[in-house]
């Protein structure tokens, strides 16, 4: 399994970026998928996740209301839409994908991962 996260740049505080993840194969390796982002000097920090063919998402508490993250099982891709950026959330993001998730937050019970997507917001 390959994940191809894409979709970052740079924007003003305020703005909008959807990040997308998209998946080579369909199958049940991605059935969690979550972000992740990581600025230099600090340990990769969990953002959202989604478990495919169920309801509901999860959220780091930071980005409640303004994150949503979302999955298009046809096209086998998982999107993160952003919006009223901050400067605190620049940083790199990761999509990454399993099986099984015990816990969203632990880096280690992901499988795959992207090669991550820059986000900068600066005024």
């Known amino acids: 399994v390959q994940l191809q996260a894409s979709g970052g740049g740079a924007v003003r505080p305020g703005g909008s970026l959807r990040l997308s993840c998209a998946a080579s194969v369909r199958s049940s390796s991605t059935n969690y998928v979550g972000w992740f982002r990581q600025v230099p000097g600090k340990e990769r920090e969990f953002v959202a996740g989604i478990i495919r063919f169920r309801e509901g998402a999860y959220y780091e508490d930071s980005v409640k209301g303004r994150f949503t993250i979302s999955g298009d099982t046809v096209k086998n891709t998982v999107y993160l839409q952003m919006t009223n950026l901050k400067p605190e959330d620049a940083a790199v993001y990761y999509c990454?994908?399993?099986?099984?998730?015990?816990?969203?937050?632990?880096?280690?019970?992901?499988?795959?991962w992207g090669q991550g997507t820059q986000v900068t917001v600066s005024s």
């Open positions: 990454a994908a399993g099986d099984v998730v015990g816990d969203w937050t632990r880096t280690t019970d992901y499988d795959y």
